[in-house]
């Protein structure tokens, strides 16, 4: 399947810190999406990148892609308490309709 | 406000009953989905549906039913033939097309059973 796998699978950082997490996949895909979900809600859309942009930002997020390894990244700067959440990366693609498919999620928690 | 309604937020099944999971949006999205989540885990696609009356299977639709018979609603139904129900299950939109503007989602249904 074309399943984004996220690495690391949790990670705690120190609040004020800055916090990376990696996302791979498989197959070619036309937009990667990164999602957030605080505990026991449902996911919030933060950012999505197409297949031929490089590097996006949104506030505190940036997120690059690069096709040629079938990765991503989502850099959280000046990390804040509320950033405590799983992160998830979702990629889409052409021959999949509208569909986008999920990968586990890392787990990031900011410490005060 | 637009956005997804989920209901009940908490809902308890017990041996060999059916349950109706609600979505409704009014965010006049086309398209709905509907996931599972296990704890620690990723979201698998049960169900989703790109238009009114049309409706599709996703990666682990069985023990599952659907219903798309407005635009605004997507009905989840939970049958007896789901020998592992309880879980986390969370409905989302998008309009096709834009769908790769990103998904609006609910803010999840959790099942038990008892």
């Known amino acids: 399947s074309q399943q984004g796998e996220e690495d690391p699978q949790a990670l705690s950082i120190q609040e004020g810190e800055n916090a990376t997490m990696n996302c791979s996949y498989k197959?070619?895909?036309?937009?990667l999406q990164w999602y957030r979900q605080n505990s026991g809600r449902g996911l919030v859309h933060l950012i999505l990148?197409?297949?031929?942009?490089r590097e996006k930002h949104s506030g505190r997020l940036r997120v690059t892609l690069d096709t040629s390894k079938k990765s991503s990244s989502l850099l959280i700067t000046a990390s804040r308490a509320a950033d405590t959440a799983s992160y998830f990366c979702?990629?889409?693609?052409?021959?999949?309709?509208?569909?986008?498919?999920f990968g586990k999620g890392t787990r990031l928690h900011i410490l005060p | 406000d637009g956005g997804i309604t989920q209901s009940p937020k908490y809902l308890f099944r017990k041996e060999g009953q059916n349950v109706t999971l609600s979505c409704e949006q009014n965010?006049?999205?086309?398209?709905m989905y509907w996931y599972r989540q296990d704890p620690g885990q990723g979201l698998r696609l049960i169900y989703y549906?790109?238009?009114?009356?049309?409706?599709q299977k996703g990666d682990i639709a069985e023990g599952y039913s659907v219903s798309r018979e407005k635009k605004e609603s997507f009905p989840l139904t939970v049958t007896s033939a789901q020998k592992n129900p309880t879980a986390f299950y969370l409905c989302?939109?998008?309009?096709?097309?834009?769908?790769?503007?990103?998904?609006?989602f609910g803010s999840g249904t959790r099942l038990t059973v008892v």
């Open positions: 197959t070619s895909i036309n937009n």
């Open positions: 990148i197409r297949s031929n942009e």
């Open positions: 979702a990629t889409g693609a052409w021959n999949r309709d509208d569909k986008i498919i």
């Open positions: 989302a939109s998008s309009t096709p097309g834009r769908g790769s503007w990103g998904y609006t």
């Open positions: 965010l006049n999205h086309d398209a």
């Open positions: 549906s790109q238009i009114v009356n049309d409706f």
